[in-house]
C-alpha cells in the first residue's frame, strides 16, 4: 500500500483514501449492525449509533440502512443519507423513502416477517407512516389479512396494494380504537373472542364517524360504506385466527374464535349492516340525480378534438408530452365511456396488441356498409383493456368467472396520432417517463395519470354550462339513460352492456335513470287508455305508434256509448242517473290542456216529465233494482213509438 501511495499523485491518493474510508466504514457498520441485532434479541445492552440527536432517545425512530446497515433516523434522515450513503453508487436507482423505511424495520425485527415478500415490498412500503400503520406493522393477524387482500388482487398489478393498505389500515383504525375503549393494549388476535364483540360494534360504528345512540335517538353515520368493509374483514380476521388455533392445535383460541363468527352471523347484520344499508338507501334516495348536459357533452368533445388536432408530435418535452396524455385520456373516456381505472391500466402491450386491421369476417360484411360505416371502419383502431373483475360476464357461467374480463376501447381517428406519440420510445424518454413503466398513459414516476383528473382538468377549460355533472360515472349514466330512450333491442342492448363492461342488470339498477321524457310521454299514453277505457282499441300496438290524439278522441267515443243502456251492466243505479251523464272530466282538461276539442259533440236534451212518466211506466220492474237489459228496452221504445213519442228514439 505504502509503494501504491509513492507512485500516485495527489488526485490518486485523495481518492484511493475515500475507497479506503469508505470500505473501513462499511465494514464497521456491518459490526455495529450485529451488535445492534444482538442487543435487540437479548432485550439489554446498549445501540451503537452513527450519531444521536439532541431530542429523547427512541429506540423505535431508528433502523439499519438497507445498503450500508448503518443505523439511522428513519422518519428524518433517509433523505439526507442517500447523500452520504457509502453503499450508494452514483447513477444507480435509488429506493424511495417509504421502502427504505419498511426494509430496516423488518431487519431490525420490528416487523413480522410472516407477511409475504410482495406485501413487504409494494404495500407497506406505499402506507402512510402515522400511528395506524405502525398498529398494523405489529399485529400478524392484520398483516395477514393484507395478504388476503393482495392473493384476493394479484392479477390487477396497479392497483392490489392500495386495496391491501386501505384493508389493513381500516382494520389497525379499529384496533386503536378497541384499545381506546377497554384500555388493554392487546392484539387483534386476543380481542377476537365474544366478550369484546359489542366493543368491535360500537368501534365499528365510531370508526364510520357515527354518533352514539346514548347520544342520539339515531345513529347517524358519516361514512356508512366502512362498517360494512368492517364487517367482511372481522370475519377474515376471526377466520385467520381460527385457521392458526386448528394448525397450532389451540383449542380455546379455536372455540373463540369459532363462537366470534357465530355473533357476527347472529347479530352484526341487525347492529351495524342495517343501520348502514339503510343510511345508503336514503342518501341515494335523496341524492340530486342530474345527468350531463347534452349540449355541454358535445361542446367538450368538439373542444378536445380540436386540442388534439392542433396537437405538435414533434415536440418532445415533458409537458408536452403530460399534455397529450391528459388529451388522449380524455377523449377515449368521453367517446367510450369506459371507467377510468380500464383506461389507466392500458399498456404499452395492450396497445402495440390492438386491432387495426379487419378480419376476413368484417370484409365479408363491407358490402352491406354504407360509404361512412366503411370509413369508420378503415380510421378507428379497438384495443382490448382489463375490464372490471367479473363484471361483463354471465352470472351462470362459471369459467368465465375465473377468467380476467376484458373490455373495448374504441379509437377514432383523431386520437390515434397522439397515441402513436405516447407510445414512442424517444417521446416517453424526453418526456420524463421512467424506461421500466409500462403504462401507455405513463406519468414521471411508475404510475399512470389518472383518467378523472384529466377530464376535470379539460372540462375546466372549455367554458362548460355545468362542468360540476361532467364525470366519468354520469356519463355512463346518460349513456344508459338515452338508450332506454333510443329503444335499443335485446341483442343491442346487450351489446352496449358489453361495451360499458357491466351486465343487463347492473345496467338497469345502477346506470339507467328515469327519463323524464319517457314518463311524461310514453307512460303517460298508457296511464291515458286506462282512465279512458280504450286499452283495448290499442292491443297489441306499439306505444310509439299511438298517438294521443287517437287516445284523446277514443274516449268521446266512449263516453257516448256510455249514454246507452248497456245490457251487461248490473250496477244498482238508479235509472235517473242516465239522465245525468255528463263529458269525461279527465277529457275535458286533457284537451284544454293540449289546445284541442272532440269534434263529436252531442247535443244532449233533458227529458221531459210525460217521458220520464213513461219509462218509469214501462221499466218499473227495474227501478231502483237493476239495469234493464237490451229485450226491456227495446219493448219501452216500441211502445213509446206505438203512442207517437219518438223523442226518446233520439
Not at 8 to 28: A, G, Q, S, W
Not at 100 to 110: L, N, T
Not at 237 to 262: P, T
Request: hydrophobic letters at 35%.
Amino acid at each position: 500500500m505504502k509503494q501504491k501511495k509513492e507512485f500516485c499523485n495527489t488526485e490518486e491518493k485523495t481518492d484511493l483514501m475515500k475507497e479506503i474510508n469508505r470500505k473501513v466504514t462499511l465494514i464497521r457498520n456491518k459490526g455495529d449492525n450485529i451488535h445492534n441485532m444482538s442487543v435487540l434479541q437479548k432485550g439489554e445492552g446498549e445501540i451503537l449509533l452513527s450519531r444521536r440527536t439532541q431530542n429523547k432517545f427512541s429506540l423505535k425512530q431508528y433502523g439499519p440502512c438497507p445498503e450500508c446497515f448503518e443505523w439511522i433516523q428513519l422518519e428524518k434522515s433517509v433523505a439526507t443519507h442517500r447523500t452520504s450513503c457509502p453503499a450508494f453508487k452514483t447513477g444507480s436507482y435509488f429506493q424511495s423513502k417509504g421502502s427504505v423505511i419498511i426494509q430496516a424495520k423488518v431487519m431490525a425485527g420490528k416487523i413480522i416477517p410472516e407477511s409475504s415478500k410482495i406485501l413487504q415490498k409494494e404495500v407497506l412500503p406505499a402506507m402512510r407512516r402515522d400511528s395506524i400503520t405502525d398498529c398494523v406493522l405489529e399485529d400478524h393477524i392484520i398483516l395477514m389479512l393484507g395478504d388476503i387482500w393482495l392473493s384476493k388482487n394479484i392479477d390487477n398489478k396497479r392497483k392490489r396494494k392500495h386495496y391491501a393498505s386501505y384493508h389493513m389500515r381500516l382494520a389497525g383504525r379499529l384496533l386503536l380504537l378497541v384499545r381506546e375503549t377497554t384500555n388493554l393494549s392487546l392484539s387483534m388476535s386476543d380481542f377476537l373472542v365474544p366478550k369484546y364483540f359489542d366493543v368491535f360494534v360500537s368501534c365499528a360504528l365510531k370508526a364510520c364517524d357515527g354518533v352514539d345512540k346514548e347520544e342520539s335517538d339515531e345513529y347517524d353515520l358519516d361514512h356508512p360504506s366502512t362498517a360494512l368493509k368492517i364487517g367482511f374483514d372481522l370475519c377474515r380476521l376471526a377466520s385467520v385466527k381460527l385457521g392458526n388455533s386448528i394448525k397450532f392445535g389451540e383449542e380455546q383460541g379455536r372455540l373463540d374464535a369459532s363462537n366470534f363468527l357465530n355473533l357476527m352471523k347472529l347479530e352484526w347484520t341487525v347492529k351495524v349492516t342495517k343501520i348502514a344499508k339503510s343510511t345508503l338507501n336514503e342518501r341515494h334516495f335523496n341524492a340530486q340525480k342530474s345527468l350531463p348536459d347534452p349540449e355541454d357533452i358535445a361542446k367538450l368533445a368538439k373542444h378536445i378534438t380540436n386540442e388534439l388536432t392542433n396537437f405538435d408530435v414533434e415536440n418532445m418535452t415533458p409537458d408536452n408530452y403530460r399534455k397529450g396524455v391528459i388529451l388522449s385520456e380524455s377523449r377515449l373516456l368521453l367517446y367510450n365511456r369506459r371507467r377510468p381505472g380500464e383506461l389507466e391500466a392500458l399498456s404499452l402491450k395492450c396497445y402495440e396488441n390492438r386491432s387495426k386491421e379487419m378480419s376476413a369476417v368484417d370484409k365479408s360484411l363491407r358490402l352491406d356498409l354504407t360509404d361512412l360505416e366503411k370509413q369508420m371502419l378503415d380510421t378507428q383502431h379497438v384495443i382490448e383493456v382489463r375490464g372490471k373483475r367479473r363484471s361483463a360476464q354471465p352470472e351462470d357461467c362459471k369459467l368465465f368467472q375465473l377468467c380476467i374480463p376484458s373490455v373495448p376501447v374504441i379509437c377514432p381517428k383523431e386520437v390515434l396520432p397522439i397515441l402513436q406519440y405516447l407510445a414512442n420510445l424517444t417521446a416517453r424518454r424526453k418526456g420524463g417517463v421512467k424506461p421500466g413503466n409500462p403504462y401507455l398513459f405513463a406519468n414521471t414516476a411508475n404510475g399512470v395519470v389518472k383518467a378523472g383528473e384529466a377530464l376535470d382538468d379539460i372540462k375546466e377549460k372549455a367554458n362548460l354550462r355545468s362542468p360540476h355533472l361532467i364525470y366519468c360515472t354520469n356519463l355512463r349514466k346518460h349513456c344508459a339513460t338515452i338508450a332506454q330512450v333510443i329503444g335499443l333491442q335485446d341483442h343491442e342492448m346487450k351489446w352496449l352492456c358489453q361495451h360499458l363492461g357491466h351486465t343487463q342488470k347492473v345496467h338497469a339498477i345502477h346506470y339507467r335513470a328515469t327519463s323524464g321524457m319517457i314518463e311524461r310521454i310514453e307512460i303517460s299514453k298508457l296511464m291515458l287508455m286506462q282512465e279512458t277505457n280504450s286499452v283495448s282499441k290499442f292491443a297489441g300496438k306499439n306505444l310509439r305508434d299511438i298517438q294521443f290524439e287517437d287516445i284523446l278522441g277514443d274516449s268521446d267515443t266512449t263516453n257516448d256509448s256510455n249514454d246507452l243502456v248497456d245490457t251487461n251492466d248490473e250496477s244498482n243505479d238508479h235509472v235517473d242517473a242516465l239522465d245525468a251523464t255528463s263529458e269525461n272530466p279527465i277529457v275535458s282538461v286533457l284537451d284544454n290542456d293540449f289546445g284541442r276539442r272532440s269534434t263529436n259533440k252531442v247535443t244532449r236534451v233533458q227529458w221531459s216529465k210525460d217521458e220520464e212518466q213513461e219509462l218509469r211506466e214501462y221499466l218499473s220492474d227495474y227501478i231502483g233494482k237493476k239495469c234493464p237489459g237490451m229485450k226491456a228496452c227495446k219493448y219501452a221504445i216500441e211502445q213509446t213509438a206505438l203512442l207517437g213519442c219518438f223523442h226518446i228514439m233520439g
